[in-house]
């Protein structure tokens, strides 16, 4: 029998999702894989299934679903801000792995937009820990330094700069994929308070976001020695891969990552 | 009310992954939707999503599946394989059957999920078929997706420097491709099936050699208001739009249904 299972399921039945389940021992975590943008439960390139389907294999349960609205998910009728429905629905799909598996604790992954889920719903019960892939990152001084300081002295860089700026009046601020961030401030207090309450984080940043981060050390000037050294977070920078890992080895790279961050911090019971 | 979709799980120990669009009620006519490969089966989830619950408010019963191998079904990517897929499509024709209560089942894909519907409509017993912008050289088709693969890795919106070539060896875009079911693809060469066939054109540029040998058979072709551009490298994660397919999906069943 194939060992995954679709399920509909939620407060009001309006989510869909497909869960691994291999026998595990209690305490386990449950990994819980949340949408990349507006893609549906697979994943760009299946990358979900390829990353569900592996850590079941080493003994993690998991679920990859649709959010309210997303792919093949419903909406819940219910009034609210997106942040509270996200929220809920992560409650929604803990609930599913602990009645079909026993997970009380679990971890989060998210890609892109899903890190940005992922982060919101780092404030549930439960939650013990969470895969930020292209997560929150801001633009530094030591970003501005090492993006425009080489630019500075080649004609060809001044021309297209000064036809960007013909064609638009102003700049955004921050390149975010479509998305709007929160303040930095905002979001460091956010890390530096889940931090504190025991989560554990791996952040994974790619090479296809070099617009918004240039090198690994700008986490800290982002977010400060507190939040950046922290024991319990990790961070790496896949240099070279695009935003979405395209490429198979790329994407052997990220699993590798995210693989050995689980089994250190998280290790299969039993 | 049109009950909920709901997912399913059928074939050989329940290896494949679907949804049933169902109806109230009895189902005198079935839809399968056989999705497309690669990427496209993900760019195209949403426009086959809204297909479906729009054709189930019709009144037409709909399932829509992934094959081994692809979206959520069981299997790795590489082990895609055209005969595979054929039998799938197959096990999903007879399972909609089960589920409707359908007499009647209409085949329909979307570029190589149309090139698939159209060779498993004798033994899926499609009564007939609806076919978006399908795939029917499969020599050109490898070719195109060779091509893209090499523009991918050299291009500058993915990598700030080119990749090896034999990092983006074996792949096209984002999904590995085998030996086999690279020569499957390459020998694919469309014939005309015996039901009737409805080809609906949203290419942006006319296909050489038209929709040839399926027009000269006799399929009605279609062109849709809004073309779709199927391989643009940057819009590998973009979901593929098309408002007027369920009008035209719906005007072209309501003599069946």
Redesign the interface.
């Known amino acids: 029998m194939m060992a995954e299972r679709a399920f509909r399921f939620g407060r009001a039945r309006h989510l869909v999702g497909i869960a691994g389940l291999p026998p595990i021992a209690r305490g386990t975590v449950g990994v819980i894989v949340l949408n990349t943008g507006l893609m549906h439960r697979v994943g760009p390139f299946r990358l979900h299934v390829d990353l569900t389907r592996r850590l079941n294999a080493l003994g993690y349960p998991t679920l990859r679903f649709d959010l309210s609205t997303m792919g093949d998910s419903g909406a819940s009728a219910e009034a609210g801000s997106r942040e509270e429905q996200v929220r809920a629905d992560v409650r929604d799909a803990a609930a599913l792995l602990t009645g079909h598996a026993g997970c009380t604790r679990f971890v989060l992954v998210g890609l892109c937009r899903g890190a940005q889920s992922a982060h919101i719903a780092c404030s549930e019960a439960g939650v013990a820990g969470a895969v930020f892939l292209d997560g929150y990152i801001y633009r530094t001084f030591g970003f501005k330094l090492r993006h425009y300081l080489p630019r500075l002295l080649s004609p060809a860089r001044w021309r297209g700069f000064l036809a960007r700026k013909l064609r638009q009046v102003v700049e955004p601020e921050e390149v975010t994929f479509g998305s709007v961030y929160p303040p930095r401030a905002q979001v460091r207090g956010e890390l530096a308070d889940m931090l504190a309450r025991g989560l554990r984080f791996c952040f994974v940043y790619s090479g296809g976001i070099g617009e918004q981060l240039n090198h690994p050390r700008q986490f800290r000037e982002c977010y400060g020695r507190r939040v950046a050294d922290h024991p319990a977070l990790r961070m790496d920078l896949l240099d070279g891969t695009d935003h979405t890992y395209t490429l198979l080895c790329d994407r052997e790279r990220l699993f590798g990552h995210v693989e050995g961050w689980l089994l250190e911090q998280f290790p299969p019971t039993g | 009310m049109t009950p ?6 059928f074939g050989r ?3 494949l ?1 679907g ?1 049933y669009h169902g109806v109230a009620g009895h189902a005198p006519v079935g839809m399968l939707l056989c999705p497309p490969l690669g ?1 496209m ?2 760019r195209t ?2 426009v086959y ?1 809204q297909l479906a619950s729009g054709l189930a408010a019709r009144g037409i019963g709909v399932l829509r599946f992934d094959y081994h191998g ?3 079904s ?1 299997g790795d ?1 590489l082990a895609l394989d055209w005969q595979h897929c054929l039998a799938d499509i197959r096990s999903a024709a007879a399972e909609l059957r089960v589920r409707s209560g359908c007499a009647t089942v209409v085949g329909f894909g979307a570029q190589l999920g149309g090139s698939l519907a159209l060779a498993a409509a004798a033994t899926a017993g499609f009564a007939r078929l609806i076919l978006w912008d399908p795939v029917l050289d499969g020599a050109r088709h490898v070719a195109e997706l060779d091509a893209g693969q090499e523009a ?2 050299n291009d500058p919106q ?4 080119p ?1 090896g070539v034999e ?2 060896a ?2 096209w ?4 491709v085998s030996a086999q079911w690279r020569a499957q693809l390459a020998g694919w060469r469309a014939e005309p099936a015996r039901v009737p066939t409805l080809i609906l054109d949203s290419r942006p540029e006319p296909v050489a050699g038209g929709w040839s040998p399926l027009a000269e058979a006799g399929a009605r072709v279609l062109a849709m208001p809004a073309s779709t551009d199927w391989s643009d490298l940057h819009r ?2 973009h ?1 593929i739009l098309a408002p007027d397919l369920l009008r035209m999906v719906g005007a072209a069943l309501e003599p069946a249904a």
Request: proline share 5%; aromatic share 4%; glycine share 10%.
């Open positions: 909920a979709s709901e997912p399913c799980q120990d329940g290896a992954i949804m990427q089966l993900l989830h949403r999503r692809t979206g959520d069981a990517s991918l890795r993915h990598y700030v420097r990749r990092e983006a074996g792949q875009l984002g999904f590995p590998l994660e979901a």
